[in-house]
């Protein structure tokens, strides 16, 4: 079984930064489309950036490009998302995803089957 778990979210003030982790395990890490995403409550789920593990640069989302940082350790099977200058409208639950054949839609939810529990940012002013 697939194991996503996500960490490093907690609460910071507007203009802050943050890093989260992701530590995969259980499938073939270097073969796999990984991605970010967060949701807010009563938003839908949304992409940030994603990236084929296997080789390739990230693609990321308008709403995060220039403030969100994607990087990869591949020797721990770890997956990072740098954040900088934050904002209120950041605020959500932030999930690792991972798939064989994301490609297709790199930051679209549907296109993934393996989800880590999340981890909470909150952004106050």
């Known amino acids: 079984e697939v194991q996503l778990v996500e960490s490093g979210g907690g609460s910071v003030q507007v203009g802050g930064s943050l890093r989260l982790s992701c530590a995969a395990s259980r499938f073939t890490y270097s073969r796999s489309y990984m991605a970010w995403f967060r949701q807010a409550p009563g938003k839908k789920r949304e992409g940030l950036v994603g990236?084929?593990?296997?080789?390739?640069?990230?693609t990321y989302a308008d709403s995060v490009k220039g403030r969100f940082f994607l990087s990869q350790d591949n020797a721990k099977n770890m997956l990072y998302l740098q954040m900088k200058n934050l904002g209120p409208e950041d605020s959500a639950m932030y999930y690792c995803a991972a798939s064989r054949d994301a490609g297709y839609n790199i930051l679209g939810h549907e296109a993934y089957e393996n989800w880590g529990q999340g981890t909470q940012v909150t952004v106050s002013s």
């Open positions: 990236i084929y593990i296997g080789g390739g640069s990230p």
